[in-house]
T-cell receptor, first 114, second 115 residues
Framework: DQQVKQNSPSLSVQEGRISILNCDYT??????FLWYKKYPAEGPTFLIS?????DKNEDGRFTVFLNKSAKHLSLHIVPSQPGDSAVYFC?????????????FGKGTKLSVKP | EAGVAQSPRYKIIEKRQSVAFWCNPI?????LYWYQQILGQGPKLLIQ????????DSQLPKDRFSAERLKGVDSTLKIQPAKLEDSAVYLC?????????????FGSGTQLSVL
């Protein structure tokens, strides 16, 4: 039973355009959400996070939106650059002070074409 | 600042053999995690250490997997005996204190192939 779902295995976007990566979750106890980015042969690296008390968090070209009623979050990348091509993982934590209990989605492979 | 170090990068073994992975977290990080990432899946937590104590090992297959973090610094993960379904990338991560709003730093992982 997948608690964090990324239903699009891949996404292709033109350079300069907006990339929108989606994530749905089922566990209403999740209160902290993170996005990690992974290049081939490397470990995931932290990108951006959002607490459930917010509905938006922005960091440069990256913005994460959270819709708690729909149990949905999305990552927007504007403008997209070829270096953004990677696998993006959505992850969620259910509190209790331990981030290690992260539940990851299967990932979405983003390809940004020049 | 040096990142999380893992070795080996790749390992190929036959089923029923044993294998061990090593991880050295970022200096000063109290919390260390081992994740298993099967091809096409997201990382799944196997075990979490806080210093040299185990915080969560609920998803560790304890009949064949073991892990230790002696002296609260580096850690080893062992599989004995290995099964075909253990083929995966084993990722080590660390964080300063392990609280929810703290990001994890991942190593590059060890890719295990069990034949």
């Amino acid at each position: 039973d997948q608690q964090v779902k990324q239903n699009s295995p891949s996404l292709s976007v033109q350079e300069g355009r907006i990339s929108i990566l989606n994530c749905d979750y089922t566990n209403s106890m999740f209160d902290y959400f993170l996005w990690y980015k992974k290049y081939p042969a490397e470990g995931p690296t932290f990108l951006i996070s959002i607490s459930s008390i917010k509905d938006k968090n922005e960091d440069g070209r990256f913005t994460v939106f959270l819709n708690k009623s729909a149990k949905h979050l999305s990552l927007h990348i504007v403008p997209s650059q070829p270096g953004d091509s990677a696998v993006y993982f959505c992850a969620a934590a259910a509190g209790g002070g331990s981030q290690g209990n992260l539940i990851f989605g299967k990932g979405t492979k983003l390809s940004v074409k020049p | 600042e040096a990142g999380v170090a893992q070795s080996p990068r790749y390992k190929i073994i036959e089923k029923r053999q044993s294998v061990a992975f090593w991880c050295n977290p970022i200096s000063g990080h109290a919390t260390l995690y081992w994740y298993q990432q099967i091809l096409g899946q997201g990382p799944k937590l196997l075990i979490q250490f806080q210093n040299n104590g185990v915080v969560d090992d609920s998803q560790l297959p304890k009949d064949r997997f073991s892990a230790e973090r002696l002296k609260g610094v580096d850690s080893t993960l062992k599989i004995q005996p290995a099964k075909l379904e253990d083929s995966a990338v084993y990722l080590c991560a660390s964080s300063k204190t392990g609280t929810e709003d703290e990001k994890l730093f991942f190593g590059s992982g060890t890719q295990l192939s069990v034949l």
